[in-house]
C-alpha cells in the first residue's frame, strides 16, 4: 500500500470520526425541544432522530460541492495532511464544547478548521465563498430563526387564542413528532453533507477521483450512517443545555422553533447551497418563540455563553488545525 493511499483511508476514517461525532453533538438541536416538553420520550426521540438524519443524508449533494470547493489544497501530501489537520481541529473543538455543554456549531468547526489548516498549510482559501456561503448565512440565519419563531408563535397564540388551552397543548404535542422528524431529516441533509464534501475532497486530493465526478455511493452511505449512529448515542449535556436552560419551552412553542427551524435548513440547503449551522438556527429559534412569554423569560445569561461559543468556534477550531498541521507535517513525509 502508498503512503498516498494510507492518509487517504485514514483521512476517510477521522471524516467519518467528526461525523459521529458530529452525531451526538448535534443530536441535541433535533430532539431537544421535544424531550423537554414530553412530547417523546428520550429513547424515542434519539431513534427518529437518527433515523431522519439517515434520510436527510442521501437528498442532495449542493452543500457536500460548497464544502470541497472552500480550499484548494496541492495534490500531493501536503494537502492529505491538510485536510485531515482542519478535520481533527473541528473534532477537538467539538469535543471540548460538548463537554461543557455548549451547543456551537459542528459545521462552523469543520469550516473553520479546515481554513485554519490551509493557512497553516499555504493552500488556497476561496474567500468570497466563505464570506457568501458561511459568514453572512451565519450571522442572517439566527437573526431569521429568531424572528420568525417569535411570529409564528405570536400567531399561534392569536389563532387559539379562545380555544381550550389543554387541548391545544395537546394538539401540540403531537404535532412535535413531525415537527421533530422535520428538524432531524434537515440536520441529516445540511450536516451530513458536509462530511461527504471533505471525504471527496481528500479523494481529489489523493488522485483517486476528478472533479467532474459524483459523490461515490460509498461516500454517501458511510457519511449517513456515520451521523446516524452519533445520533443515536445522544447527546445529553447540550440537550439540557437547549432544552432547559435557555427557557422551559411548552409543546406549542416547541413546534414553533423546530419547525422555524427546519425551513430554515430547507432553504439554505435547496436554494442557497449554503452550509449553515443547525445548532445557530435551532437555538435561535427556540429563544425566539420563547421571547413571546415575555423576554424576561429567556435566561440571557447562558444565551450569552452560547454567543460566545459561536464566536469562538471559527477562530479556535483553526487555530488547532493550524497546530495539527504544524505536528503531522514533521511525522508524515510529504
Given amino acids: ?14 471524516a467519518l470520526a467528526f461525523d459521529y461525532t458530529n452525531g451526538f453533538h448535534d443530536a441535541a438541536n433535533a430532539i431537544a425541544t421535544s424531550v ?12 427518529l432522530a437518527a433515523i431522519m438524519n439517515f434520510v436527510g443524508a442521501l437528498l442532495g449533494q449542493e452543500i457536500a460541492n460548497t464544502v470541497k470547493d472552500v480550499i ?18 473541528a473534532i477537538t473543538w467539538n469535543l471540548i464544547t460538548w463537554w461543557f455543554g455548549l451547543p456551537s456549531s459542528s459545521s462552523h468547526a469543520l469550516i473553520g478548521g479546515l481554513v485554519g489548516a490551509a493557512i497553516g498549510g499555504g493552500a488556497d482559501v476561496d474567500w468570497a465563498k466563505i464570506v ?25 397564540m392569536w389563532i387559539f387564542r379562545r380555544k381550550n388551552p389543554h387541548k391545544v397543548m395537546r394538539g401540540f404535542r403531537m404535532m412535535q413528532t413531525i415537527s421533530a422528524a422535520a428538524l432531524a431529516l434537515g440536520h441529516g441533509l445540511q450536516d451530513a453533507q458536509k462530511t461527504m464534501g471533505v471525504i471527496f475532497l481528500a479523494l481529489l486530493t489523493g488522485g483517486y477521483a476528478s472533479a467532474n465526478d459524483d459523490l461515490p455511493l ?9 451521523i446516524s ?23 406549542a412553542r416547541g413546534f414553533s422553533a423546530e419547525a422555524v427551524g427546519a425551513s430554515v435548513l430547507y432553504t439554505t440547503a435547496f436554494v442557497f447551497h449554503a452550509p ?51 505536528v503531522l507535517s514533521l511525522v508524515i513525509p510529504v
Fill in 1 to 14: 500500500m502508498s503512503l498516498t493511499l494510507a492518509i487517504v483511508i485514514a483521512v476517510v476514517v477521522i
Fill in 36 to 47: 423537554s416538553t414530553r412530547a417523546l420520550t428520550p429513547r424515542v426521540a434519539l431513534i
Fill in 72 to 89: 484548494s489544497p496541492p495534490g500531493d501530501n501536503q494537502g492529505l495532511i491538510i485536510v485531515m489537520s482542519g478535520l481533527l481541529g
Fill in 132 to 156: 457568501e456561503k458561511v459568514l453572512i448565512p451565519m450571522v442572517l440565519s439566527p437573526l431569521f430563526g429568531f424572528c420568525a419563531a417569535f411570529v409564528v408563535m405570536l400567531s399561534i
Fill in 218 to 226: 460509498w461516500v454517501v452511505i458511510a457519511a449517513a450512517s456515520a
Fill in 229 to 251: 449512529a452519533g445520533t443515536y448515542a445522544g447527546g445529553w449535556r447540550i440537550m439540557r443545555t437547549l432544552g432547559r436552560k435557555i427557557i422551559d419551552l411548552d409543546p
Fill in 276 to 326: 449553515i449551522s443547525t445548532t445557530h438556527t435551532i437555538t435561535s429559534a427556540v429563544m425566539g418563540a420563547g421571547a413571546t412569554k415575555r423576554f424576561s423569560a429567556v435566561r440571557w445569561g447562558v444565551a450569552r455563553s452560547i454567543l460566545a461559543a459561536w464566536i469562538l468556534t471559527f477562530p479556535m477550531a483553526g487555530i488547532v488545525a493550524w497546530l495539527c498541521y504544524e
